[in-house]
Nanobody, 123 residues
């Protein structure tokens, strides 16, 4: 079955950095664009970064441009999110999923979200 396992979150001070990892399985990873989503308490889940199946192109939410970098390793079925200069508004649970299509935000496997990884930016 489709599975996503996110890791790498934690507590970090404003201005700090984290690197999130996501291990994907159960589908043809190389055939899908991938995305990192996040959900803060009381808000809708939002797509913050996405990458094509080959890694040739990426798109970011305006508020994270220049601070977040998405990457993937197709040999290991993994996707990563490097985050620098974190601020309070980045506090959320972060999830990965395949994308229905690169030009869309909808997840390909909406019924198979992982547990996510908590990122908390606080002093």
């Amino acid at each position: 079955q489709v599975q996503f396992v996110e890791s790498g979150g934690g507590l970090v001070q404003p201005g700090g950095s984290l690197r999130l990892s996501c291990a994907a399985s159960g589908f043809a990873f190389i055939g899908y664009a991938m995305g990192w989503y996040r959900q803060a308490p009381g808000t809708e889940r939002e797509l913050v970064a996405k990458i094509t199946n080959t890694g040739s192109a990426t798109i970011y939410l305006d508020s994270v441009k220049g601070r977040f970098t998405i990457a993937r390793d197709n040999a290991k079925n993994m996707v990563f999110l490097q985050m620098i200069n974190l601020n309070y508004e980045d506090t959320a649970v972060y999830y990965c999923n395949a994308l229905d299509a690169f030009w869309r935000s909808a997840p390909a496997f909406a019924g198979s979200w992982g547990q996510g990884t908590q990122v908390t930016v606080s002093t």
